[in-house]
């Protein structure tokens, strides 16, 4: 295992304080390196929060900022925060109008942002929206059900742009439930990711060997296959996507496509994948009229991407045009 | 090799087609696929292009939009874009107040940039600046002098902003050769980069070595190495970098601090990087007072970073701090 790194036990707390030093302007690095929260919080705002395992990076901590999250809580790689990290997070951001966790469909995650809410003994108001945008498997490793991935960012960002606008927390539950029904993704994987305490590959793929729907811990996804075209890949995800949404009976009209880098990928082949995916969605009659390509839900320094869709109505399509201002996504500021 | 790319011989282009479709809001692909151009040219401004092989990527095309580049160049993989597509970007994006050239020191990027210039028959200006940013060696497979590297965007970024401003063109070649005194880089590889026309890795490296100074297309550096801890890396370069920009009498006081990924590197690694560089740079006295962390001069899959080091004045501070809206770069707008 070749990484940038000092030690295991030390890269999410070196990186943690890098991120914070070097985004000194957005974002503050909570005690006890608990949470991420903006630098400057908005007093009667529904404050957006939330976490996951770290490797994931830019997501969450990244999505910090005007027009995105308040606090994200930073768990060790591919492990969950705990409860006390989204209290100490809740209380710090909350403005008065109530918290929105925003959560990916894991157990530990789950299981944890539910216990932080019990355990919450005030008057603070919570309401959790959970994220399950993954087509490949309908339970895995570490889901019941479907795995929450690369479309979180796009949950996080229209329902951040809602509650900066003022909407209340009851709202930005709702759009966020139907951000992530409008939502589906698929991943593969042309490498295995190496956790830095394991030190080996969590998977072996042969020379012309992929995981087809991969997770983004690495989890087996529908099949292992063998290499192919980045024209063959994109038509496979982009019929799952489609073919999902539509018997859900989601309007396909007019997308959102992200075309997310896992880590390891080059930029030069997430546009060639983005040329791919936009061409078989334009054959299936669905117009692209909102894009982001780039690695923002990465899985540590796995090969591959993911593909994300997600259903635009007018509304949705304002909201991720309203600014941002975080580490990793910014415009109109 | 496993690339998410349909042929060596295609994915240039349809990188390219996925590029500008992504980006239709910010920038037009010329005809036959000669050069990226902003999608709105401001009339009177001087025109900033630049360009070089591909597999950079964002650079240099990333960089083209509001506050930047006014139109990139894009050559073959790791190969000079010609004089031709210099001359026909020039054509599509001079407004009048003359064209500057930004240049990495490598000789087939010389010799087609100054071929392009002396093929120049009508009135326009054209002048040239050269960026050689990197510490490591002197000269290598591809350069007389020293090579140019990640410290072009800096450059890029600098005179970007003055010529939104209304400098003129001997003003923007001044301050960009003003830019490029004031900044140095080093980078180093984990693994190497793989041409996909080449199929196979440009170089290689045991599973316990580095390449040390190692150059944007693989190219060797300094030593090879084995691999050691991001503290020891990062103090091997800040003391190449800063030895260097004292030795040549630049200020050194306050800086900007780029932390640029090579492709396939994940941004938990270029934080630790970024954290322990800091560090480094404090015990020196100096400051960092700007941060970009990223992968945004890449060398196709390459794992490993670069450090760059600018000593900032006050101008080149708020030229730093100016709107920039282009796909790669954006804040401010």
């Not at 927390?169 to 295995?192: D, I, P, W």
């Given at each position: 295992m070749k990484k940038l790194i000092n030690t295991p036990e030390t890269v999410l707390a070196e990186s943690l304080d890098g991120f914070a030093a070097a985004h000194a302007d957005l974002v503050v690095l909570g005690a006890e390196r608990k949470f991420v929260r903006r630098a400057v919080l908005k007093p009667g705002k529904v404050a957006l929060l939330s976490g996951g395992g770290s490797g994931h990076e830019p997501l969450h901590a990244g999505f910090v900022g005007h027009g995105m999250l308040d606090a994200a809580c930073p768990g060790q790689v591919f492990t969950s925060p705990t409860p006390d990290q989204m209290m100490a997070a809740a209380e710090a951001v909350d403005g008065g109008a109530g918290v929105l966790f925003i959560v990916k469909n894991y157990e530990g995650d789950v299981m944890n942002f539910d216990m932080a809410r019990e355990m919450e003994t005030g008057d603070r108001l919570i309401e959790t929206v959970l994220v399950d945008d993954d087509v490949a498997v309908e339970a895995s490793t570490y889901s019941t059900g479907r795995r929450g991935v690369?479309?979180?960012?796009?949950?996080?960002?229209?329902?951040?742009?809602?509650?900066?606008?003022?909407?209340?927390?009851?709202?930005?539950?709702?759009?966020?439930?139907?951000?992530?029904?409008?939502?589906?993704?698929?991943?593969?994987?042309?490498?295995?990711?190496?956790?830095?305490?394991?030190?080996?590959?969590?998977?072996?793929?042969?020379?012309?060997?992929?995981?087809?729907?991969?997770?983004?811990?690495?989890?087996?996804?529908?099949?292992?296959?063998?290499?192919?075209?980045?024209?063959?890949?994109?038509?496979?995800?982009?019929?799952?996507?489609?073919?999902?949404?539509?018997?859900?009976?989601?309007?396909?009209?007019?997308?959102?496509?992200?075309?997310?880098?896992?880590?390891?990928?080059?930029?030069?082949?997430?546009?060639?994948?983005?040329?791919?995916?936009?061409?078989?969605?334009?054959?299936?009659?669905?117009?692209?009229?909102?894009?982001?390509?780039?690695?923002?839900?990465?899985?540590?320094?796995?090969?591959?991407?993911?593909?994300?869709?997600?259903?635009?109505?007018?509304?949705?399509?304002?909201?991720?045009?309203?600014?941002?201002?975080?580490?990793?996504?910014?415009?109109?500021?």
């Open positions: 690369a479309g979180t960012l796009v949950v996080e960002k229209i329902v951040g742009a809602a509650a900066e606008r003022g909407d209340n927390l009851a709202a930005c539950r709702e759009l966020g439930e139907r951000v992530n029904k409008a939502t589906r993704s698929m991943g593969v994987a042309l490498t295995s990711c190496t956790v830095p305490a394991a030190g080996k590959p969590t998977f072996n793929l042969a020379e012309d060997e992929i995981e087809l729907g991969v997770g983004i811990h690495g989890e087996p996804g529908r099949r292992r296959a063998k290499m192919t075209d980045a024209d063959t890949l994109a038509q496979d995800m982009v019929t799952a996507i489609l073919d999902d949404l539509q018997t859900s009976g989601q309007d396909t009209a007019e997308v959102l496509l992200l075309v997310n880098g896992f880590g390891g990928t080059p930029l030069m082949e997430l546009y060639v994948m983005y040329h791919a995916a936009r061409a078989r969605l334009a054959a299936r009659n669905v117009r692209v009229i909102r894009s982001l390509v780039g690695s923002y839900v990465t899985s540590l320094d796995m090969a591959g991407c993911s593909l994300t869709v997600t259903g635009l109505d007018g509304e949705m399509a304002a909201l991720w045009d309203a600014p941002v201002q975080t580490p990793a996504l910014r415009w109109g500021i």
